[in-house]
């Protein structure tokens, strides 16, 4: 069973900076999209960042220009660089890896980690 493990959440303020790491317990195989999402207010999961393994990146429109997705996809590692930050970010960050658990499993499977709290004071 593969395990996705955050880490780097914590308490900021406003303006400051964290940088969130997930790891992979068990090597996965030809990951495609990897992400950070977040729960959101409405407890719904929403998309923060993804990147892509050809290293093309989506953002939510408002963490654009502040925060940046990374990954090693030969280590399946995840990071999420955030700077700026806002009170509104406040939220328990989620990250997500799709790939395979074995070379020749047929499909991607959707890898969840337990998730890991950002609380940025006013």
């Known amino acids: 069973q593969v395990q996705l493990v955050e880490s780097g959440g914590g308490l900021v303020q406003a303006g400051g900076s964290l940088r969130l790491s997930c790891a992979a317990s068990r090597f996965i195989f030809s990951p495609d999209t990897v992400g950070w999402y977040r729960r959101g207010p409405g407890k719904q999961r929403e998309l923060v960042a993804t990147?892509?393994?050809?290293?093309?990146?989506n953002y939510a429109d408002s963490v654009k220009g502040r925060f940046a997705i990374s990954s090693d996809n030969a280590k399946n590692k995840v990071y999420l660089q955030m700077n700026s930050l806002k009170p509104e970010d406040t939220d328990v960050y989620y990250c997500?890896?799709?790939?395979?658990?074995?070379?020749?499993?047929?499909?991607?499977?959707?890898?969840w980690g337990q998730g890991t709290q950002v609380t940025v004071s006013s």
């Open positions: 997500n890896i799709e790939g395979k658990p074995t070379p020749t499993w047929r499909t991607r499977i959707p890898y």
């Open positions: 990147i892509l393994s050809n290293g093309s990146t």
